[in-house]
């Protein structure tokens, strides 16, 4: 069972930036694809940003310009890079990833990301 350990979140004024990580428990190319989603309160869960076992990445509109996702496979680990955060950037933010044989997808436990003066 894979296992996704999220980190980074916190509390951060508007305009600021914050670096949210996810370790996987083995290799990050074990995975067909790696991302990172949102939900906030009653809203659906929402694409925030992907990363391809290729490197080709892609973005939810809203964050286009202002979020990064990127990999480091030596240390298993993606990241989400956030700046000029706002207000509505407020969510639980979850990592996923399909894995590449079976296609199951696996999901972090959260971590809250609240931006507010």
């Known amino acids: 069972q894979v296992q996704l350990v999220e980190s980074g979140g916190g509390l951060v004024q508007p305009g600021g930036s914050l670096r949210l990580s996810c370790a996987a428990s083995?290799?990050?190319?074990?995975?067909?694809?790696m991302g990172w989603y949102r939900q906030a309160p009653g809203k659906e869960r929402e694409l925030v940003a992907g990363v391809t076992r290729g490197g080709s990445t892609n973005y939810g509109d809203s964050v286009k310009g202002r979020f990064t996702i990127s990999r480091d496979s030596g240390k298993n680990t993606v990241y989400l890079e956030m700046n000029s955060l706002k207000p509505e950037d407020t969510a639980v933010y979850y990592c996923n990833a399909e894995n590449r044989i079976s296609r199951v997808v696996s999901w972090g436990q959260g971590i809250q990301v609240t931006v507010s003066s």
């Open positions: 083995g290799s990050i190319f074990n995975f067909n694809s």
